[in-house]
């Protein structure tokens, strides 16, 4: 069945946010492009209600025969088409066939579902960010006109494209920092901590990096490469609800992990186990930390070191060689004390590996 597009429906997706991700990020470890947007009327239309739309699609934008999308060959997006795929995930293609048509290597997107019914986020990498950015507006159009049966060529994006990628490109990351601290709460005040017990140790200056999930998610994480991260919980709570659920929520505080140098270490909490894995995973070291005693065994033995509270003070171990931190204070959260503290004992090298 062939369904009639008004010229109103084929106006009605539109872009509530576009933006560049840079550095690591949710999606990707290299720098994507982020466009939310509202479908309106296209929630319930797919490319197999508009008899005219594939045809006319593929005439202007022939390369788009040689993705694979998800079915795993060249022509696997046809086939899609044909069987009928929903606009987002459409433009995510023509946004990336864009780019390569004018000899940009990039091949990486993902659409997903927004907050709300009608709403979806789509990322797609690119070798230039103003090219991503101007793709993605260009791709939403030209998908509403082969919707509205009005594309014949998308010549003029192409040449628009080709002279832009001529323009100076945003510099890459090349930011190092000591430790980047992440989670739901006491960042800042495990940021203060840490900073104040490594200028005791007589390290000035040292780059420690609040990377709040909000931001992590927003714009990717700010630095290149860390020595140490610190992720304090596995609840982050200034997202939005889907990025809440437990395999986003870590994922997404994960991101830190991914810019740790190799060998370097991680901090989490006791019985974060995913978290701890992902990090091994990455061939990082962990270490762990408790407000109480709580440590199970299990932690103990393959954890590098281990922080906790024990009768009112900061307890740390590594080699099996306990030590107090000083007595716990009551002026800052007790996991930022305790992170901190772990976070100089590690550096101190307590002793040889």
């Given at each position: 069945m062939t369904t009639s597009l008004t010229n109103d429906a084929a106006t009605e997706i539109r872009i509530t946010t576009l933006h560049a991700t840079r550095g690591m990020n949710f999606w990707s470890k290299r720098p994507?492009?982020?466009?939310?947007?509202?479908?309106?009327?296209?929630?319930?239309?797919?490319?197999?209600?508009?008899?005219?739309?594939?045809?006319?699609?593929l005439n202007a934008l022939p390369g788009l025969r040689d993705h694979e999308c998800s079915i795993g060959s060249p022509g696997g997006f046809v086939l899609r088409l044909k069987r009928g795929t929903y606009a987002p995930h459409i433009i995510e293609?023509?946004?990336?066939?864009?780019?390569?048509?004018?000899?940009?290597?990039?091949?990486?997107?993902?659409?997903?579902?927004?907050?709300?019914?009608g709403e979806y986020t789509?990322?797609?990498?690119?070798?230039?960010?103003?090219?991503?950015?101007?793709?993605?507006?260009?791709?939403?159009?030209?998908?509403?006109?082969?919707?509205?049966?009005?594309?014949?060529?998308?010549?003029?994006?192409?040449t628009e494209l080709a002279a832009l990628s001529k323009t100076p490109d945003t510099p890459p990351l090349h930011q190092r920092v000591f430790c980047g601290i992440t989670g739901g709460g006491a960042r800042a005040e495990t940021q203060q901590e840490l900073v104040r017990r490594l200028e005791a140790?007589?390290?000035?200056?040292?780059?420690?990096?609040?990377?709040?999930?909000?931001?992590?998610?927003?714009?990717?994480?700010?630095?290149?490469?860390?020595?140490?991260?610190?992720?304090?919980?596995?609840?982050?709570?200034?997202?939005?609800?889907?990025?809440?659920?437990?395999?986003?929520?870590?994922?997404?505080?994960?991101?830190?992990t991914d810019a740790v140098r190799t060998d370097g270490v991680v901090i989490?909490?006791?019985?974060?186990?995913?978290?701890?894995?992902?990090?091994?995973?990455?061939?990082?070291?962990?270490?762990?930390?408790?407000?109480?005693?709580?440590?199970?065994?299990?932690?103990?033995?393959?954890?590098?070191?281990?922080g906790r509270v024990r009768g009112g003070e900061i307890w740390l171990e590594r080699c099996g060689d306990p030590r107090s931190a000083g007595t716990l204070r009551d002026d800052i959260p007790a996991e930022a004390q305790v992170a901190a503290a772990l976070g100089e004992y590690v550096l101190s090298n307590a002793c040889s590996d």
């Open positions: 994507v492009i982020r466009m939310d947007l509202a479908v309106g009327d296209f929630e319930n239309i797919s490319s197999a209600d508009a008899e005219h739309f594939t045809p006319q699609l293609h023509v946004a990336l066939e864009l780019q390569t048509a004018i000899g940009h290597r990039v091949g990486f997107g993902r659409t997903r579902g927004g907050d709300t019914a789509v990322v797609f990498e690119h070798d230039h960010e103003q090219v991503g950015m101007r793709a993605a507006a260009l791709a939403l159009e030209i998908v509403q006109r082969a919707f509205a049966g009005t594309l014949d060529t998308v010549e003029p994006a192409l140790m007589g390290r000035q200056d040292p780059l420690v990096i609040d990377a709040s999930p909000a931001y992590l998610l927003q714009a990717g994480l700010p630095y290149t490469y860390a020595d140490m991260a610190i992720i304090l919980d596995e609840n982050p709570t200034d997202v939005p609800e889907r990025y809440r659920e437990t395999d986003n929520a870590r994922k997404l505080l994960s991101i830190v989490c909490p006791a019985k974060a186990w995913e978290l701890q894995d992902y990090a091994r995973d990455q061939d990082l070291r962990v270490a762990i930390f408790r407000t109480d005693e709580d440590v199970t065994r299990r932690d103990q033995r393959v954890a590098m070191a281990v």
